[in-house]
């Protein structure tokens, strides 16, 4: 999955935060949404402009972020 084919940062919308091409859809609200048990059909259905592609590059999007280590430390 290439997610750099759905996931954009644009300075001009979400003050840059990651985004869903095309869309003002982020990348922490599809994961807020999964994170409160909505589906994928669910998801789908109320935002009609995301596509499951859109959908699993969100993922790949976050497994490359872990990856090279973009995230917040959790603390124990």
Not at 8 to 37: A, H, M, N, W, Y
Not at 39 to 48: D, S
Not at 53 to 60: G, I, K, Y
Request: hydrophobic content about 40%; aromatic content about 10%.
């Amino acid at each position: 999955m290439d997610w750099q084919n759905h996931i954009i940062s644009d300075k001009q919308v979400l003050l840059g935060k990651p985004i869903i091409k095309g869309t003002r859809i982020s990348v922490e609200l599809i994961l807020e949404l999964f994170g409160s048990g909505w589906t994928e059909n669910q998801i789908l259905e109320a935002y009609p402009n995301l596509t499951t592609d859109s959908l699993r590059a969100v993922f790949a999007y976050l497994k490359d972020c872990l990856q090279q280590e973009l995230y917040f430390p959790i603390s124990a």
